[in-house]
């Protein structure tokens, strides 16, 4: 580990967070709308759990708009439209706000015609895709994500000992009836995902074991690897078949929607460049009574009901834990980590936003 200090966390509530979080979006230039799609889906990452993906991401928006490589505003362009079939290319403008549009168009084309396959091409980042599958159960529709970066290379193949992916995440979400949450299967293809390591990297702690090599392919728990050179790796989820799953996704997230693969050439610093697959489908599919979601909810109760391992408290369902962090947070309030606090704080006063004071640290 490197002699980099441990921060303190602090907890702030989620309606002030959202305040300050606020001011800064419209203060780096977005309209009302835009910036609400986007807080709304950074809010949404820290209250699930997901840190990574949440406020800790404007530092790094911010440099992107400084740069020419985030365009604010406008809507994602659409290059195809036909019925079930859309393309769109979200020309580097805000992902929350472009995927956010896609998707409800991917909604709207499935309930018309039982099924949407949609491509969502040169979108900035993304950031949860759990956020889109959940859009999509929350209308009653079952949706399959395959999502590709061309930022930057962090994932090193099965066998490999270099990078070659980004972390390329992979979401499916069944919407649940008669009370019944959503199955939401949403994660990246790396063993952890890349702000983890960041966040990781400025909380002064370690990454679990199995998650990196160093730049001579060793295993190590040092998050370093990634920030300071000589540079190491990802490793894929699963060893040769999470490889697999990720190749998949740049060959169909990218390849197929024509946003492209992460060749090195499409590598862009300070930029994150997400394209996204997405198959939409009603449940009534190919049986047009309750029968496939009442089939669904009966098997999911079915794997919750295996008796829970030693020190385990209960088999969870994927998006469980996702609700279970929504509904503490909501009431504890949010935690941050000092450096995260103290990069968003620079962002707030460049842009002149007031930094609310300091919450106590836990
Ligand atoms: N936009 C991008 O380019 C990009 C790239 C990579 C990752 N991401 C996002 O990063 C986020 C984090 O990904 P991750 O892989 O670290 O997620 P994760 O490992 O925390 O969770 C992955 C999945 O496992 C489920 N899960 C976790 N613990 C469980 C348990 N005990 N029992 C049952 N299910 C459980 C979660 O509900 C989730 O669906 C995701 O939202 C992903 O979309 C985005």
Not at 32 to 57: C, F, K, P, Q, Y
Not at 283 to 295: K, M, R, S, W
Request: proline fraction near 6%; aromatic fraction near 4%; charge should be negative.
């Amino acid at each position: 580990m490197s002699s980099r200090e441990k921060m303190p966390i602090y907890r702030i509530a989620a309606e002030d967070l959202e305040t300050y979080v606020t001011a800064i979006v419209r203060a780096m230039g977005s309209d009302e709308r835009e910036a609400g799609l986007v807080v709304r889906h950074l809010m949404e990452a820290n209250l699930t759990g997901h840190d990574s993906h949440g406020i800790s991401m404007l530092p790094s928006y911010k440099r992107s708009i400084d740069d020419g490589n985030l365009k604010l505003g406008g809507a994602p362009k659409v290059l195809k439209d036909s019925g079930p079939v859309m393309l769109f290319d979200g020309e580097n403008r805000y992902g929350q706000m472009v995927a956010h549009v896609v998707t409800e168009k991917a909604i709207e084309r499935a309930r018309e015609h039982g099924f949407a396959i949609v491509g969502l091409r040169n979108a900035h980042h993304i950031g949860r895709i759990g956020h889109w599958g959940g859009m999509c159960a929350a209308a009653g529709l079952i949706s399959i994500h395959y999502v590709n970066g061309t930022a930057a290379m962090f994932v090193a193949p099965h066998g490999g000992s270099d990078r070659r992916f980004l972390t390329n995440p992979y979401c499916t979400a069944i919407p649940g009836m008669d009370g019944q949450p959503p199955v939401v299967l949403d994660m990246a293809t790396s063993q952890i995902a890349m702000g983890k390591v960041r966040v990781a990297y400025h909380g002064g702690n370690e990454v679990p074991d199995g998650s990196l090599i160093d730049h001579q392919g060793r295993a190590t728990n040092n998050p370093a690897v990634m920030y300071e050179a000589p540079f190491g790796a990802l490793l894929p989820i699963g060893g040769h078949k999470g490889y697999g799953l990720a190749m998949i996704c740049d060959l169909l997230a990218g390849s197929l929607t024509g946003g492209g693969s992460n060749l090195p050439e499409r590598n862009m610093k300070n930029n994150i460049i997400n394209n996204m697959l997405m198959i939409v489908l009603r449940p009534d599919l190919f049986d047009e009574t309750d029968q496939v979601l009442a089939d669904m909810n009966a098997f999911r109760s079915h794997v919750q009901a295996s008796p829970a391992a030693p020190g385990v408290e209960a088999v969870l369902v994927p998006g469980d834990p996702e609700r279970n962090t929504r509904a503490e947070r909501l009431r504890d309030g949010v935690p941050i980590d000092g450096g995260t606090w103290d990069e968003v704080a620079a962002v707030a006063r460049a842009v002149g936003v007031a930094v609310p004071n300091k919450p106590e640290p836990l």
